[in-house]
């Protein structure tokens, strides 16, 4: 007979008492397409290609900047997850987004058909000062700024061809910056008028005439040949005008050649409160309007005839409006952009996928709604979404981002203590423990019936206390945070310093903080510096061992994997790994992302196509399947000689660490999709795994098989590795290949993952497959706990519940079993709690999960527009 499916009932703290704040969104912005070719040389496919999406950047009230990224595949046209965070650029404190502009850096170098992606794009924003930013994409922070010259800017446009910017500013005038060639530079000014500009936006661009040309191929006659020839193919556009709105409610067009306004007109109000955003579809038919009503508007362009036998015309009206946000919408933006281009060059979208309106407001949440007109349903239309089968704007499902941010909120379980770190702060609670004669009883929650009617609701009250409160001095909003197992010791972070504090606590449950002065030189001092990059000892992830002897942290703008020990009178730097820094080489027509080189190879960029370079001892494996890499060891004295290479090291953030609870492995992961092992008993390499198709997500080690790494991808899709013997073991596999659309498909990306702690080790399964079924049942089954935004996912490590192996699902499929009975009977999803900043155990069978609902956020805030409407009830 079949075993009872067992139930796991757990002691859960359901903590809405953490004072976390996400910020407004106060700004979006989609990447352009670069600009057909004039003379024909790059023809266009894009009505036969798949459409490809961007990076959306989101602009926040607090500063910061989030560099979201799609998560299908590249000829997928539909993704659960949509756009994920994976990159947040931390704004100076305190500082605002208002608007943010994203440029093509080099745009002769993409073809009418690509898709910019990140390090082909610059990213400009402007925060209610006179000050234009430019970011480092690639280290996060400010690469430099630009004074307008006209006081405060209250809008930012790049043009068609991503070589001039436009600043509406707040002396009435639109200044123009050339941004051609990677450069930052005023160009012009145009003419004053009497009002604030604020928006801009710039007309189609036309070809240069062929006396300009002949004008320009005269002026460069003396130029060496190879660069007449460059001329001569390059693709030449010119600006013919742009349109501002202005303070005074009126639209004025602008003769960019002249810098002088050459019309004028006043609108008339089609919302029932301010506009604050528009934006215009692909392909100009249908415009979409937001503001203060919290009302997404379409207008869109009706054919219409005078008579019956007349000629046709259009006629732009209100077709459809929607409310999806319940506060203020500040920002609009859609994929694929709209780019202003006369009917001769109109760049053909494919017909068949809907574009994605993406709009964010005071309401913290970016709201995804697929856009199709209904013109457009002459074929299927596909929803990328994955929200509804139907796509139009008028019909279609939403959805919304979580505005949770990862790494807000930690948890220390021994010390049972849960922090939270704001833009310049950070709080500190102690949940206590239950004692049956004081405390309020904890909820007792079956992770396998919690979904049905009769569970308690009710937060778990009384049981917890605030124990500090901090303000710290920073130079940029918080990045990282991190408080150790035991509660000894807090490290805080911003982009540019770590801050490190020994916390003790009084007999009477008082914490009292000491900050380690020194701290910060002591990192300084192993940090190369260069002119153009000083040295920060800022840290962009951090993580404690077990036992609180040592701290590893990632450097913010360096990359460096820093061990530091804690045991000593003063924290030491006990090594500094700089793997995450090696360039990626081609060897044997190989890629080889980030391999571990030695002094001979080449660290400029270029490949070292040679064969196997002198001094490379770390082996690649190619994929997930493939056999582990040989057993190996580093030379010193070549690691040393790699560490002092500066100029030429890549650039990564390292963001997730891991480290094994015996204290033994430490993994950590970048954004480049590269997770690199070491030894922290002996402080050294260990090896590389393969590079997958995302950046982990997650990194976690099993506390009771501490050489077994789980990693999860934000396409919600896991695998498992055994550092120790350097293999993807076979269950691993099969729970890798074998998870159900209901955790791969679910709209919110994997955030973290807590195993469920034992008091003593329990294998997993038969290291060899033998053993009796007996003993296998008289094991317990464990589990491990994902969780994202607005869910719980129980999966049993133990797999002997499932159907079995591939021929054993074959052969139930050829039964007729139901999916739900020949595999994943032993998983579960929870969407109870939500939305979920953090959720660990405590201990055996309990739970923590903090939560910060919308409804306690929204409060917060004034009041949304409404307006009463006479007769209704």
């Avoid at 937001?290 to 005839?305: E, H, M, P, W, Y």
């Avoid at 950070?426 to 309020?440: G, T």
């Avoid at 020994?502 to 900050?515: E, M, W």
């Avoid at 269950?731 to 791969?744: D, Q, V």
């Amino acid at each position: 007979m079949e075993k009872k499916r067992e139930t796991t009932t757990l002691s859960v703290h359901r903590c809405r008492f953490v004072d976390y704040a996400p910020s407004a969104i106060t700004a979006l912005a989609y990447p352009p397409l670069s600009l057909p070719s004039i003379k024909g040389k790059k023809k266009t496919a894009a009505g036969k290609q798949p459409l490809r999406f961007g990076l959306l950047a989101v602009g926040h009230a607090n500063g910061n900047t989030d560099i979201c990224e799609w998560m299908g595949r590249e000829r997928d046209q539909q993704c659960s997850q949509a756009w994920v965070v994976r990159k947040i650029l931390p704004g100076p404190y305190p500082s605002k987004v208002d608007s943010l502009a994203l440029v093509i850096r080099h745009p002769e170098d993409l073809g009418p058909d690509d898709v910019p992606k990140q390090p082909d794009l610059r990213l400009f924003s402007s925060g209610g000062g006179s000050e234009l930013i430019e970011w480092d994409l690639e280290r996060g922070s400010i690469r430099r700024t630009i004074s307008s010259q006209g006081g405060s800017i209250w809008s930012v446009a790049v043009n068609p061809s991503s070589t001039s910017l436009a600043l509406g500013c707040e002396d009435g005038t639109v200044r123009i910056l050339s941004v051609a060639n990677d450069t930052l530079t005023h160009s012009r000014r145009f003419d004053r008028v009497k009002c604030r500009v604020l928006s801009i936006a710039w007309g189609p661009p036309m070809p240069r005439r062929p006396s300009t040309l002949s004008q320009k191929t005269a002026q460069t006659q003396t130029t060496a040949q190879d660069s007449s020839d460059g001329d001569e193919d390059e693709d030449e556009w010119t600006d013919s005008w742009l349109i501002t709105g202005g303070s005074d409610s009126s639209l004025r067009k602008w003769d960019v050649a002249t810098g002088r306004v050459v019309e004028r007109m006043g609108v008339d109000k089609a919302h029932g409160a301010d506009v604050l955003c528009m934006v215009i579809s692909p392909e100009g038919k249908a415009v979409y309007t937001a503001g203060v009503d919290q009302k997404t508007v379409q207008f869109s362009l009706v054919k219409t005839s005078s008579t019956e036998k007349g000629p046709t015309s259009s006629l732009w009206t209100q077709t459809t409006s929607r409310r999806m946000h319940s506060h203020d919408i500040r920002a609009l933006a859609i994929w694929p952009p709209y780019t202003p281009l006369r009917p001769e060059h109109k760049r053909a979208f494919p017909i068949d996928v809907a574009p994605v309106l993406a709009s964010g407001g005071l309401d913290m949440s970016v709201v995804l709604t697929p856009a199709a007109l209904p013109t457009s349903t002459v074929v299927k239309v596909t929803n990328p979404l994955d929200t509804s089968v139907e796509a139009t704007f008028e019909d279609s499902y939403h959805r919304k981002l979580a505005y949770v941010s990862r790494g807000a909120v930690r948890v220390a379980k021994t010390a049972r203590l849960v922090s939270c770190a704001r833009e310049a702060g950070l709080s500190v609670w102690r949940i206590r423990k239950k004692r049956e004669e004081q405390e309020e009883p904890q909820q007792q929650v079956s992770l396998e019936e919690i979904d049905l009617d009769g569970v308690d609701e009710q937060p778990f009250a009384g049981g917890w206390e605030k124990v500090l409160e901090m303000d710290l001095d920073v130079h940029s909003n918080i990045v990282a945070h991190e408080i150790s197992d035991d509660g000894r010791w807090l490290v805080v972070s911003d982009l540019y310093e770590t801050k490190l504090f020994s916390l003790h606590t009084d007999d009477k449950g008082q914490i009292n903080l000491k900050r380690i002065k020194d701290f910060a030189t002591t990192l300084q001092s192993q940090i190369p510096t260069s002119y153009t990059h000083p040295a920060s000892t800022g840290g962009l992830s951090f993580r404690f061992t077990p036992d609180s002897s040592k701290l590893v942290m990632s450097t913010a703008m360096s990359s460096y994997v820093l061990v530091v020990d804690l045991t000593c009178e003063k924290p030491r730097v006990l090594r500094r790994f700089d793997h995450h820094r090696m360039l990626d080489s081609v060897v044997h027509d190989r890629v080889m992302k980030g391999r571990v080189v030695g002094k001979k190879s080449e660290l400029n960029g270029r490949a070292a196509v040679n064969g196997d370079v002198e001094g490379d001892k770390d082996v690649e494996m190619g994929d997930a399947d493939s056999p582990p890499p040989t057993e190996h060891s580093e030379d010193e004295s070549e690691e040393s000689e790699r560490e002092d290479v500066m100029l030429t090291a890549a650039v990564v953030s390292i963001d997730q660490i891991a480290i094994s609870t015996d204290g033994q492995w430490l993994a950590t992961s970048d954004n480049k999709a590269r997770t690199h092992v070491f030894n922290l008993d002996s402080i050294s390499y260990h090896t590389v795994l393969p590079s997958f198709h995302r950046p982990a997500q997650v990194l976690a080690f099993d506390p009771v098989h501490p050489s077994v790494l789980l990693l999860a991808f934000p396409d919600n899709t896991i695998q498992i590795y055994d550092v120790e013997t350097r293999q993807f073991p076979t269950w691993g596999k099969e729970l890798a290949s074998s998870l159900p659309k209901r955790f791969t498909n679910a709209h919110d990306t994997v955030l973290g993952a807590a195993f469920d702690p034992l008091p003593s080790p329990t294998p997993l399964r038969p290291a060899s497959g033998s053993g009796s079924a007996e003993d296998q049942e008289q094991s317990r089954t464990r589990y491990v706990l994902f969780w994202g935004a607005t869910w719980l996912y129980k999966v049993n490590l133990d797999t002997r519940m499932r159907a079995g192996g591939k021929k054993r699902r074959r052969e139930a499929a050829a039964l007729g079993m139901p999916d739900e009975e020949r595999q994943w009977r032993d998983s579960k999803m929870v969407t109870t709690y939500r939305p979920i900043l953090c959720c660990d155990f405590l201990g055996k069978d309990e739970l923590v999960v903090v939560e910060r609902p919308l409804v306690d956020i929204l409060l917060t805030l004034p009041p949304a527009y409404f307006k009463h409407k006479y007769g209704a009830s």
